[in-house]
């Protein structure tokens, strides 16, 4: 993965940690399953697995953005040559908007084993501050 995708899972990953009030919502959980055993394994649960999924949906996304610049550019280099293609680039990006109209085809990206394997690495040492911040929400609860 690289640089970019990484700033981005890790903004989004901090971003969540500040702003994210969890026991709102596993509150609604808890009230539809009375089978949960530990309300904050279930939050830490949860909150990993909604940032591995936005994780893996950001990079699959940016991913995206990226061979579709290139496969737009390459376009434009082979009608008008370089020098032009950098012109039109400068100008416009219309091109590549009518082409989507037009019903182009549309290109597939996944995030790889690999990659992922990269966002659950960048994770795990979120665990233990997600679970302090769980316990703090917990505690505040309780006053």
Known sequence: MDVKIRGL??????????????LDTIDWILEADDHTRSQEDLALGYVLGALMNISCNLASRVKQEEKQDKQYKKMLASIYGKKEAAKQLQE?????EQEKAKGGRSVRT????EETDDIRNMLIPMIQRFREKIRKELAVRRI
Do not use: C
Request: glycine share 8%; no cysteine.
């Open 92 to 96: 416009s990006n219309i091109g590549l």
């Open 9 to 22: 899972i890790s903004g989004t990953v901090n971003y969540a940690f500040e702003k994210q009030r969890v």
């Open 110 to 113: 996944e995030v790889t084993e």
